[in-house]
């Protein structure tokens, strides 16, 4: 007669390796800082409270799966120094406009209306170091233009 059958634990150093990863991916939905962004457009300044991306994990999850984003608020993917940046819509629900700045926080282009879902890139052709994310449309009631200037967090 055989006694009860005991169970092996086979990897044990699997659990220690979810553990771990659980950790790593609960640092990478850190909560974005909150930023009072002051933009000037044609001798008048601007005021948003904007979300700030200034980490991979938060850039790479942008406004991803928000339902809606409302006037006056937005997200700034923040680089550390300028580059060349493309981004895409990819499980982006709502429609956006996409401003992107250089390292000295000056809009070089402007981007309305991105289409939610479109992996279609968009870039500004030119080293950036900022994009604010805005409701599509608001750049427009604002008046956001090449050449306006943000004074970006350091």
């Not at 390292?103 to 070089?108: D, F, L, N, P, T």
């Amino acid at each position: 007669m055989n006694g009860p059958r005991k169970k092996r634990l086979g990897r044990p150093w699997l659990a220690v390796v979810a553990v771990m990863m659980t950790a790593a991916m609960a640092s990478a939905l850190e909560a974005p800082r909150l930023f009072p962004l002051i933009m000037e457009s044609s001798g008048r300044l601007i005021s948003l409270r904007v979300e700030v991306a200034d980490t991979r994990a938060l850039r790479l999850r942008g406004l991803m799966f928000r339902q809606r984003l409302p006037a006056g608020q937005g997200m700034l993917l923040l680089w550390k120094r300028a580059g060349m940046v493309a981004l895409w819509m990819k499980n982006t629900r709502i429609p956006l406009d996409m401003v992107f700045m250089d390292a000295a926080g000056r809009v070089i282009h402007v981007h309305e209306h991105a289409r939610p879902g479109d992996l279609t890139p968009i870039s500004a052709g030119k080293p950036t170091r900022a994009v604010l994310e805005i409701a599509a449309g608001e750049a427009r009631r604002l008046g956001l233009k090449p050449g306006d200037r943000a004074a970006l967090p350091r």
